[in-house]
């Protein structure tokens, strides 16, 4: 199945007051950045072909991966000069990069690259800097079984405020942690059909209008994750997936604890 990354926004706010044209994708998570973390999660479970739409900062996105380093993150043999990989990362992926606008909203960046998806049925996507473990064959098995015209993962509210109950005189009624309320939010990772597309306008959103509409005809059904879900819209945000990277602490690396999708290698 294929999968619709969108990787072109500007990521203000992992900027840091700097004015570096790194897009928010290539933020680095360890060794490798967010993009990577994303892909190797899709590729665990047999999601090999991507499609990467592309705006802001491009140009980081392609050179990362025309200049592939597969020894940063495989074990590998050096002899006599020559390098023997004992498994590789990406050797069989198939990445399609499409420049979809600088300023493209996620709708826009996804219409846009609807004739690389053949017509196929379902596919998956994502917002290329959520980190999650998700079950995503449940997910998409579950979907496949509805009819329905799009799947989002939802997630329990990640806000650390509180909300307060006030009565007409002004006196609290109570105090609620925000993550303790009834409530979901968009949790980033889609199933979606062809369908949706009818419901996305020229320079429209994937969720306000595509999901949005398909809602209202009772067509968009999510999948609650209670799991491991780490958004990294700020700088701290990404610092905190860096330093549990660092300590071993990395629940979205379902390939490490599942060494079914390394492909060994005998030469480079």
Known sequence: MKVVLFCGGYGLRMRNGTSDDVPKPMAMVGPRPLIWHVMRYYAHFGHTDFILCLGYGAHHIKDFFLNYEETTSNDFVLSNGRTELLSTDIA???????????????????????????????????????????????????????????????????????????????????????????LWENGGYFVLRQEVFDHIPENGDLVADGCAGLAKEG?????????????????K????????????????????????????????
């Not at 909203?105 to 996804?110: D, F």
């Not at 059904?221 to 799991?227: D, E």
Request: glycine share 8%; with cysteine.
């Open 92 to 182: 069989s992926w198939r990445i399609t990069f499409v420049q979809t606008g600088i300023e493209s909203p996620i709708g826009e960046r996804l219409r846009r690259v609807r004739h690389h998806l053949d017509g196929d049925e379902m596919f998956l996507a994502n917002y290329a800097d959520v980190l999650s473990d998700a079950p995503l064959p449940e997910m998409i098995d579950r979907f496949s079984r509805r009819d329905a015209g799009a799947s989002m993962m939802v997630v329990p509210p990640q806000s650390s405020f509180h909300c307060v109950d006030l009565g007409e005189d002004g006196l609290v009624g109570g105090i609620t942690p925000v993550s303790e309320l009834p």
């Open 219 to 235: 067509r968009l059904v999510a999948h609650q994750h209670r799991g491991f879900w780490k958004p990294t819209d700020t700088v």
């Open 237 to 268: 945000e990404r610092a905190v997936l860096d330093a549990s990277y660092a300590r071993g602490d990395r629940p979205w690396a379902v390939w490490e604890h599942d060494s079914r999708d390394a492909v060994p290698v005998r030469t480079a």
